[in-house]
């Protein structure tokens, strides 16, 4: 079975509520449709109603098994939504009457649906940039307690199977901190190899990237990846971590035999930790590019509850796909 399938099988095993803030986008419309057949999640769309129906209807599509909200309706659940909005964001100036506007957006609506609990996560990105969609979500539903920052990282299914998993790579960040420090460096390692057991259902094999392997070149840049691994490892003792490891001792054991001997992780990693968003970023393309590789993602980690954010250019299957796996998430 395929990785997207898989994903959709166990997300049929989670009750999950799903809110689409980008209601009239078309994409949309035609992925809720056919989540909503397939059986693998319960599908919120915002939108006005009768819009929403008549262009349900342009495009002989049937959207009555999913429930649609109109965010500038002054409703009960509006007001509880922006509520929430003034008692979250008040410390950071935002009064009632702000709230009460920030809550009539679609996106803001969203992530407050998500963390007031009416619905386990959230979808969106197909009409908006990256920014527009994290922005609310970092602002209201936050990290996970015991994390502080949110990355974005890729499932790369290769098609060749010598490297990572059965040629299943996960790396990370690819997609939200431009710059991020040894702590937060270790922090994304720990949240990747979490959303790698609980998504993929394999061990963690998690190897932090650098220009250097264990010692090799020295610079303030290796050093900060050195003390991100003994933080990491501390923070989640119960994964294989290591670094700081070149991206060759890392997949191929020839390589790590010379290079790392001593290292456990260097040879078969399975998660790779980029040291900045440069290079985890221009790293999954030259991978996806190059090596022919299919890029699932960025699936978000670290925030409390399940956001992720879709590419403007996402296909109807781009949607469903991350539907399945924001459901799983939420599971
Ligand atoms: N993790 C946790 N919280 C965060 C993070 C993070 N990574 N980034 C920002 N925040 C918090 C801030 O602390 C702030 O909280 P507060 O308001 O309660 O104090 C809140 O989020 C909003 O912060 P802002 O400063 O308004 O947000 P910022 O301008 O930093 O934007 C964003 C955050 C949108 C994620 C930004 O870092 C960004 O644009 N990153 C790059 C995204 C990108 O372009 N990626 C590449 C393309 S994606 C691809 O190719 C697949």
Redesign the pocket.
């Known amino acids: 079975m395929d990785i997207i399938e898989s994903f959709k099988q166990k997300a049929r095993n989670i009750d999950s509520r799903i809110v689409l803030p980008e209601g009239k986008d078309d994409r949309i419309l035609q992925a809720a449709c056919q989540i909503k057949q397939e059986g693998i999640a319960d599908i919120i769309l915002l939108g006005d109603e009768s819009e929403l129906a008549s262009r349900a209807d342009g495009l002989g599509l049937d959207i009555s098994g999913c429930r649609v909200i109109n965010p500038s309706s002054e409703t009960e659940e509006r007001a509880e939504l922006a509520e929430l909005m003034y008692e979250l964001r008040h410390h950071?100036g935002i009064d009632r009457e702000k709230a009460r506007k920030k809550s009539s957006d679609p996106l803001y609506f969203g992530t407050l649906m998500v963390a007031a609990g009416k619905a386990d996560g959230m979808v969106a990105g197909a009409a908006n940039p990256?920014?527009r969609v994290?922005?609310p979500a970092?602002?209201t539903i936050k990290?996970r307690s015991e994390i502080?920052?949110?990355?974005?990282a890729f499932i790369m299914v290769l098609p060749r199977d010598e490297f990572g998993e059965k040629g299943i790579l996960v790396m990370s960040d690819?997609?939200?901190?431009?710059e991020v420090n040894d702590d937060e460096l270790a922090e994304i390692a720990v949240s990747t190899a979490q959303n790698t057991k609980k998504l993929l259902d394999i061990d963690p094999v998690v190897a932090l990237l650098s220009f250097s392997t264990k010692g090799s070149a020295r610079h303030p840049l290796v050093s900060k990846v050195r003390r991100a691994t003994n933080k990491a490892r501390k923070l989640a003792p119960e994964f294989e971590i290591d670094g700081e490891l070149q991206a060759d001792a890392a997949l191929v054991a020839e390589i790590a035999s010379s290079k790392a001997p001593d290292s456990q992780v260097a040879g078969r990693a399975n998660v790779l930790i980029f040291p900045d968003?440069q290079s985890g970023?221009i790293g999954y393309k030259l991978v996806q590019r190059l090596a022919g590789a299919e890029a699932i993602g960025?699936i978000l980690q670290?925030m409390d509850r399940p956001v992720n954010d879709l590419s403007r250019g996402c296909s109807v299957d781009d949607v469903v796909s991350l539907v399945a796996i924001t459901a799983l998430q939420s599971g």
């Open positions: 950071k990256t920014g994290l922005r970092l602002q990290t502080s920052i949110v990355s974005g690819c997609a939200v901190n431009p968003l970023n960025p670290g």
